[in-house]
């Protein structure tokens, strides 16, 4: 690291998030990133509780969660490819229906096929938590590299408070309605983002292909810090900072 003549990475100064302006640079972006945290965080903290119901074993429970983290390591590549070969919105679009399709055949398998609910557990797991790093992509193709920083700490905390709130409101519903009340919640939020995704295609047209980022696959929550190492920010660029994300300062390059 000491010996490399790559050249360092500018350093953001009072970096301060503001949700208001990454709304406005990506509604779908900042939309998709509280999405992935009310159901991605719900999958890994109460699907086990969902299959405690269903009286699978400590083994089964964590085969199905097992699923969803391979299915998330293999969806994220060929999703990525081909976000950044048409509107990355068609394909937010299609993983939020395939993880509709995932939560209701959940209900429709029950406990009585349990080779077809690891395909869907892992079909879950890919789809959903893919949402995640096509939102932040998505977000990026609308914000100039000066403004990556401050977006991606803004964008992990949307994710957070989507992952603080889902888990609550699935344990609620289920202890209302039943178990496969968390297949219900999952579908009816995923649904009704997929629809607000329609409407923001019929409202915006897709960036320019020249002019998208290419994506880079994220763990949902993962650290804003990669963000800050990202080459593409210049040090000379600190003065172009916009007002609203933080207080900034002309600092001379080092």
């Known amino acids: ?12 100064h009072r970096i301060r998030p503001i949700l208001g302006k990454a709304y406005r640079n990506s509604p779908v972006g ?14 890994q903290g109460v699907a086990p509780v969902w299959g405690v119901h269903r009286g699978f074993s400590t083994a089964e429970i964590a085969t199905l969660m097992a699923a969803t983290q391979i299915g998330g ?4 590549w060929p999703l990525g490819w081909l976000s950044d070969r048409i509107d990355r919105r068609w394909v937010i679009l299609g993983a939020a229906l395939c993880t509709i399709v995932a939560a209701v055949g959940s209900i429709a398998a029950g406990s009585g096929s349990f080779g ?11 789809m959903a938590e893919a949402i995640y790093p ?7 193709d609308h914000a100039k590299p000066t403004d990556y920083v401050p977006l991606a700490g803004t964008l992990l905390i949307l994710w957070s408070i989507g992952s603080a ?12 309605f039943g178990p496969d009340a968390l297949f219900v ?5 995923v649904g009704a983002f997929a629809g607000f995704v ?21 763990a949902a929550g993962s650290s804003p810090a990669p963000a800050e190492l990202d080459p593409r920010i210049r040090p000379e660029d600190e003065a172009e900072c916009e007002p609203g994300y933080d207080d900034c300062e002309d600092v001379p390059a080092r």
Do not use: K
């Not at 390591?73 to 994220?76: K, P, S, T």
């Not at 077809?116 to 890919?126: E, K, Q, T």
């Not at 096509?134 to 990026?140: C, D, I, P, Q, R």
């Open 30 to 43: 900042a939309v998709g990133c509280v999405v992935v945290g009310l159901v991605a965080a719900t999958l």
């Open 165 to 176: 709130a889902g888990p609550l409101a699935a344990t609620v519903a289920m202890e209302r």
């Open 198 to 218: 329609l409407w923001r295609m019929a409202c915006r047209g897709r960036v320019a292909a020249e002019e998208a980022e290419h994506f880079v696959g994220l």
């Open 1 to 12: 690291m000491g010996l490399t003549r790559s050249r360092h990475p500018s350093v953001p």
């Open 134 to 140: 096509l939102s932040v992509a998505h977000a990026n």
């Open 73 to 76: 390591l293999l969806c994220q």
């Open 116 to 126: 077809l609910l690891i395909a869907l557990f892992a079909l879950w797991g890919g």
């Open 185 to 189: 919640y999952v579908a009816v939020l």
